[in-house]
C-alpha cells in the first residue's frame, strides 16, 4: 500500500499531519531544535504572547496530581516585540506550520498583540488563549458574550486562521463555543484546562502559590473528549484541535473518532520530549497497517456501543 495521507485541513489551513504541540507546554519551539525534529510536527504552537514581557507567577507554580499536574506559570514570556525580533526570524528557519498563541487583560490587549503579527510573514495562525481573567475578573472564555469581544477584536485586526481556545471551565461549552464562531473564529482548540486544587496535609499549606491552579494531562481526557464531541454535534463544520491528556496513539485516535480534526500534545512532552513526532510515526503505521488511505477518514467516525 503506497505511503497514507496524513494531511487535514483546519479552514484554510492544511497541516502535514494532525500532530500539533500544545501552546506553552513547548516553549518558543526553539527549546527543543536539538531534540526533536521541529519539521515533523503538524503544527508549532509557541507560548502565549502578551503584548509586554512578564515574568509570570511568583513560585511555588507546579504540582503533581495523581494522571495529571497542576501549574500556575502566570503567562510568562517575552513579549510580542521580543518575540517578532529574536524569536521569529529562527523560527523561520523551519517549514513547521507556526501558529502564534496570544493572551491578554482586554479585548484591545489581544487585538493588539494580532494587529504586530499580521504585519510579519511566516505565520500560519493565531490561537487565542481565552483562559485568562477579564476586567470583570471571569476568565474570557466562561461566558459567550466575553469570549465573542476578544475574537470580535482580533478578527477586526487580522486575516490570519484565528482558533479560539476553551477550557470547559464556564459551565455549558456549547454557546460559548458557538459564540467564537459566530464573532469570528475560523476554529476551537478544546480544552485549555481545568481548574484545579492541592493542598499538603501536612504542611497545611496550598501547594500553590497562586492556591488555584490549571488542571493538565491524562486526568482531563475525559473532560476534553467530551468537550469536542459535545462541541462537534453542535457545530459539525468547525475545525476542531482536540487536546487534554494525550500520552499515546490511543489517546491520539480518540480524539480525532470524536470529531477533532487535529489535536495538540501538552503535558505529555514533559514525559516524553519527543512524544509528539513519535506519535507522527505511531499513527503513520497504524494508517498503514489497517489499509487507511487518509487520516481524515478517522475524523468523527466514533461508533454506538451497539
Ligand atoms: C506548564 C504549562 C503551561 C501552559 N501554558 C499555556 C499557555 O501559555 N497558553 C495556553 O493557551 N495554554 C497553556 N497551557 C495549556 C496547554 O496548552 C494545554 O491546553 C493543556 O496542558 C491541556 O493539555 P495536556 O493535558 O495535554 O497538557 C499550559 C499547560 C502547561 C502544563
Not at 20 to 42: C, I, K, P, W
Not at 113 to 139: D, F, I, K, W, Y
Not at 275 to 304: K, M, P, W
Request: proline share 6%; glycine share 10%.
Amino acid at each position: 500500500m503506497s505511503r497514507p495521507d496524513l494531511s487535514v485541513n483546519l479552514g484554510q489551513l492544511r497541516l502535514p499531519n494532525p500532530i500539533m504541540v500544545a501552546s506553552g507546554t513547548f516553549g518558543y519551539g526553539l527549546e527543543y531544535e536539538r531534540l526533536v525534529d521541529l519539521n515533523q510536527l503538524g503544527a508549532l504552537v509557541v507560548r502565549s504572547l502578551t503584548l509586554r514581557p512578564q515574568v509570570g507567577n511568583a513560585p511555588l507554580r507546579l504540582a503533581e496530581t495523581p494522571a495529571g499536574m497542576l501549574n500556575a506559570i502566570g503567562l510568562q514570556n517575552e513579549g510580542v516585540e521580543a518575540f517578532i525580533l529574536e524569536t521569529l526570524p529562527r523560527l523561520r528557519a523551519y517549514s513547521v506550520p507556526l501558529i502564534v498563541s496570544i493572551a491578554g487583560e482586554s479585548p484591545e490587549e489581544y487585538a493588539q498583540v494580532a494587529e504586530r503579527l499580521q504585519r510579519t510573514s511566516g505565520l500560519a495562525g493565531l490561537e487565542l488563549n481565552l483562559a485568562c481573567p477579564s476586567p470583570s475578573h471571569r476568565a474570557f472564555d466562561t461566558a459567550p458574550q466575553l469570549t465573542a469581544e476578544v475574537v470580535r477584536a482580533v478578527r477586526q485586526t487580522t486575516d490570519l486562521p484565528l482558533f479560539a481556545k476553551l477550557s470547559a471551565n464556564g459551565g455549558d461549552l456549547v454557546p460559548i463555543a458557538q459564540s467564537a464562531v459566530e464573532a469570528g473564529a475560523d476554529g476551537l482548540t478544546l480544552i485549555h484546562s481545568v481548574a484545579g486544587l492541592a493542598v499538603n496535609p501536612h504542611t497545611r499549606r496550598f501547594r500553590l502559590a497562586s492556591r488555584v491552579g490549571h488542571l493538565t494531562g491524562p486526568a482531563i481526557k475525559p473532560i476534553a473528549l467530551c468537550a469536542v464531541w459535545q462541541v462537534r454535534q453542535a457545530l459539525p463544520e468547525v475545525p476542531l484541535i482536540g487536546v487534554g491528556g494525550i500520552t499515546s496513539l490511543d489517546d491520539v485516535l480518540e480524539f480525532l473518532l470524536v470529531g477533532a480534526t487535529a489535536v495538540q500534545v501538552g503535558t505529555g512532552n514533559y514525559l516524553c520530549a519527543t512524544l509528539s513526532t513519535d506519535l507522527v510515526g505511531a499513527l503513520t503505521d497504524y494508517l498503514t497497517q489497517n489499509e487507511i488511505g487518509t487520516v481524515r477518514e478517522l475524523v468523527g467516525a466514533v461508533r454506538d456501543v451497539m
